[in-house]
Each structure stands twice: as structure tokens, then as C-alpha cells.
């Protein structure tokens, strides 16, 4: 294997496609070139050492279905204990950043925001990578400038925000074709919960409510998909049953309505026999007894 150098552009890129799990034929069409000049590219990237072809061959061929991408984490941390160290470097610049990170340093807490990406099936499979490099990410920061931001029974870190986006969404893609609103503002507070991003392509469908977008994705976006996935015309069926069940109940209400006025008739035929409430029955004619007495 030739000893690793460093890429080009154009590899970098075409290796960013394949960590996306973006099929040969998707990576030649952003690229504008051949399926075979995407080959050749690999083959290349496997003798630099960046990639082994052999393991991404199959999802490569056959691509995989839309994956999530977790992105645009920002976290703010109440410091525990600070030290020196940390004042110093405060005082010279409060905006540092590292490679997959940033950071906003003040007097009493930090803002982190995370630049990294990440992948996967579910929510809830992206929510605990970003977990895990959270803590690794904190861990590196406490020593760095021996602080002290993760102790058990504090809760000093709030996520603030979070976007999980579905890639390569068919509900996005059909949304900007047909130039649909974009966005959709929860009703309760009025901020945005869903939303298309089409600054890319293709497009992304994103849960973005800075306190629900992990619940968002996970119990509404990922259950709809499913269901669409497993059975395509299954919104179709339960459109169809509402409408043979209004019919059913207009039916219905047309037998109610005939047999109301078959119920008011017959009770006002009953009523027709019954005495008023204001006529009083009259008692018969009283007889008079003879007097027990002559005079």
C-alpha cells in the first residue's frame, strides 16, 4: 500500500460523498463525471490508504435508505470549578476554536458548539454518537484548562440547540418542486419545529425546535416514513376508509332524520287522546239526600 499523502480537492470531496453513504452513481452525478471515473477515484483512495473498497463495495453499489444527520449542536455548561489557567485564557480571547469544536468562554460558564456531523438510521443512534463525543469532548477541555464541567448529580449542561436532518428526503425534494411552504411553526409557541433545508442537495426535511427536535424526529418524522415504507398506499387506505365512513354516517344520519320525524308523529297522535294539563276532569252531579225529618 502506498504511504498516505494528501488529497486533492476533488478526492476529499468524492471521500465526503462516500461517508454520506452516497451511492457511485449519486457521487458521479454531484461530481459531473462517469460512474467509471468515480471507480477510478476509488481504487486511487484505497491505494492512498484513506479507504478500504473492498468494505463499502456493497453500500456503494446498492445504496442504502436515507440516512439522518445530527449537525448544528450548541450546548451551554455551567463551570464547576475553574482555575487560573482558565481566567488567563479568557482574558486574552474568549472565542476559541479547535478542529470539530468551538468555544465562547465567560466568567461563570462556556458555550460549545459542535462542528461536527453525525450519521445514522435512527434519532436516536445519531443522538448517542454525538453523546459520546460530547463527553470525550468535555474530558479534553477539563484537562486542557483544568476546570472541572462533568461531576454525577449535576445538571449544569443544557443542550440549547440540535438539528436532525432526513437526507435525501422525498417529502423535501416533492416540497421545493412544487414551491411549498418551507417551514412549519408549532402552535403552541410559534417557533419553527420542521423545516427544508435546500441549501443543499438534495434537500433535507429538519426537526429543528431548540426543546423538542430529538422527540420530533424520533416520534413523528421516523414513524411516518416507516409506515410509508412499509406500505406505500397506507395513507391512501385511510383516506379512503374516512371517506366510506362519512358516507356511512350521512347514511345514517338520513334513517335518524326519518325515523326522528316518524317518532314525532306518532307521539303527537298519542297526545291527541290524552287531556290537556289545563282541563280539569268535572266530578258528576252530586245527589241530594232526602231530610231525615218532616216539619
Known sequence: MVKRKKLTQKQAEVLRLLNLDCSVREVAKRQKVTTQAVYKMLYRLEDLGVLNYATLKRGLVYPKQPNLRLHGLQYQIKILYQSPVYRKT?????????????????????????????????????????????????????????????????????????????????????????????????????????????????????????????????????PFFTILKTDPYFFNKQTFKVEKLIKITESNSAQVSELTKALKTLISAMASFMPKPNEEKQSPPREEEPPDYIG
Open 90 to 222: 479568557k482574558e486574552k480571547s474568549n472565542i476559541i476554536t479547535f478542529g470539530d469544536f468551538k468555544l465562547a468562554l465567560f466568567k461563570n460558564s462556556l458555550t460549545l458548539w459542535i462542528l461536527k456531523d453525525f450519521i445514522g438510521e435512527k434519532a436516536a443512534d445519531c443522538k448517542g454518537a454525538a453523546s459520546e463525543y460530547l463527553y470525550k469532548t468535555l474530558a479534553f477541555i477539563e484537562r486542557k484548562y483544568n476546570i472541572v464541567l462533568v461531576k454525577r448529580g449535576y445538571q449544569n449542561i443544557k443542550e440549547v440547540r440540535a438539528h436532525y436532518a432526513a437526507m435525501n428526503n422525498s417529502l423535501a425534494k416533492k416540497a421545493i418542486k412544487e414551491n411549498q411552504p418551507t417551514q412549519i411553526r408549532d402552535p403552541k409557541d410559534g417557533k419553527v419545529w420542521l423545516s427544508i433545508d435546500n441549501s443543499i442537495y438534495p434537500p433535507e426535511l429538519e426537526t429543528q425546535h431548540k426543546d423538542s427536535s430529538y422527540i420530533d424526529m424520533k416520534e413523528i418524522i421516523e
